[in-house]
């Protein structure tokens, strides 16, 4: 059974930092394509980050020069490390992956970790 789970979120003041960790179990984070997403209230979730298993890398426009994903294959997590962080980055973000080898169909998912960034 696969397992995502997020950590890291918390509460941070406009152009602080912080660095969210997807632990993986049931699936190996180097196998196929992983990604974050946010959604904040009222709004569509939307992807923020994602990387293939490959290596290939993408960012939204919004977090270009920001934020960066990653992935410790020994630890078998995933990250987001998140700098700059303004209030409208303020959102519940959640982890995704792909069947293994394939391409990002995003078929698993985590609980989420809520990001608040205040003014």
């Known amino acids: 059974q696969v397992q995502l789970v997020e950590s890291g979120g918390g509460s941070v003041e406009a152009g602080g930092s912080l660095r969210l960790s997807c632990a993986a179990s049931?699936?190996?984070?180097?196998?196929?394509?992983m990604g974050w997403f946010r959604q904040a209230p009222g709004k569509e979730r939307e992807e923020v980050a994602s990387?293939?298993?490959?290596?290939?890398?993408t960012y939204a426009d919004s977090g270009k020069g920001r934020f960066t994903i990653s992935r410790d294959n020994a630890k078998n997590t995933l990250y987001l490390e998140m700098n700059s962080l303004k209030p409208e980055d303020t959102a519940m973000y959640y982890c995704a992956a792909g069947r293994p080898w394939g391409f990002c169909d995003n078929v698993y998912w985590g609980q989420g970790a809520q990001v608040t960034v205040s003014s």
């Open positions: 990387i293939t298993f490959y290596g290939r890398l």
């Open positions: 049931g699936y190996t984070v180097s196998s196929g394509c």
